[in-house]
């Protein structure tokens, strides 16, 4: 997921990065041996820790991703094509290639209607999604709202238009189950971003009394998710309300880290994290296939170690190659 403001700040590819890396190295990761989740639930860290890190995780790649794209131009119908037209080149035909090899390589009951929903990218309106794929299904129909978001663009707008397609999304869900309820935990998200990026909030947020307050505000949503039945509507505005409130934390720890941290390696990461993202399902399957070692503990290390780094390396690859692709095929018509 490449930066499209001009001017690339570093600690925001160490955030994606180390989100990344969280879903794909330990989240993934962990769910692969039943044996060491089991001992983590003892813990309370797989089904409590984990959930929350989790969801923290991905809601910072969605804010990332409304706050990296609020600065396009949209003011005319031209505009808004050619923004639909560059998100498609740069993120469709990647994600329909990882679709079709989940289908191919893992032991998915892909209907043909599913199938058809998934190229369209509308499966998330449903309900029934392929894992790890569903968040990149839901990133492209968030680009899609993007231009209505920040048409005409002020903050009360934005938010408002915000409410309304959240709460059609809502009544849809609770009536019909037909919309996935990780559409609702995460587009208010989206619209953080925009309006964090076109506000200029990103320095006070991570200063004083607004990071103070959004870390106790964290932990409270924390507090109630622990209480909250896990079957109760209620667990969806709350999980919402700790993934936004955890975005100041993250951004200061972000820039903490980030100074510490040489910027050639956050950016190279970065740079692979999409793919890495579609392809790390089908790397550990087919590793896994090859040689399953005894035991959860030596699973992990066998997937950390080795299958990650791989995922990584061939990740990097493929974005590049299909880069420099687009760009020899499009660059005549102004795509980059």
């Known amino acids: 997921m490449v930066s499209e403001m001009t001017g690339r700040i570093t600690y925001l590819d160490c955030l994606r990065t180390g989100a990344m890396l969280y879903i794909v190295a330990v989240h993934h990761v962990l769910g692969y041996t039943s044996d060491v989740t089991y001992t983590l639930n003892r813990l309370l860290y797989y089904d409590v ?25 949209i003011t005319n119908l031209a505009s808004v094509g050619h923004f639909y037209k560059k998100r498609l080149i740069r993120i469709y035909p990647l994600y329909l290639a990882a679709l079709f090899l989940f289908i191919l390589v893992l032991p998915l009951d892909m209907t043909t209607v599913n199938l058809v929903l998934h190229v369209a990218v509308l499966n998330m309106l449903t309900g029934n999604s392929i894992y790890t794929l569903w968040f990149v299904s839901m990133i492209c129909l968030f680009y899609l709202l993007l231009p209505g978001l920040v048409w005409r663009y002020s903050p009360m707008r934005t938010l ?64 109630l998710l622990l209480i909250i039945p896990s079957d109760s509507t209620y667990r969806l505005p709350v999980q919402s309300g700790m993934a936004a409130s955890s975005m100041p934390v993250l951004l200061f720890l ?51 170690l080795f299958a990650v780094p791989l995922c990584y390396a061939l990740s990097s690859f493929l974005q590049r190659t299909y880069d420099r692709f687009i760009a020899g095929l499009f660059a005549p018509s102004g795509i980059r």
């Open 49 to 73: 820790i984990d959930d929350i890190l989790t969801i923290c995780a991905l809601g910072l790649f969605v804010f990332l991703s409304g706050y990296l794209l609020a600065p396009v131009p």
């Open 254 to 304: 972000g820039r903490t880290i980030a100074d510490r941290i040489p910027t050639s390696i956050c950016r190279h990461l970065a740079y692979a994290s999409f793919c890495m993202y579609l392809l790390h399902r089908i790397v550990f399957y087919l590793l896994l296939e090859l040689y399953h070692p005894p035991g959860g503990v030596i699973t992990v290390l066998y997937l950390a």
């Open 160 to 223: 408002l238009t915000t409410l309304g397609i959240w709460t059609a999304l809502f009544v849809l869900h609770t009536r019909t189950g037909a919309v996935d309820a990780r559409m609702l935990l995460y587009l208010p998200l989206f619209s953080f971003g925009i309006v964090s990026a076109r506000q200029k909030w990103l320095p006070a947020m991570q200063r004083g009394i607004c990071l103070v307050t959004a870390g106790g505000c964290c932990i409270l949503a924390v507090i």
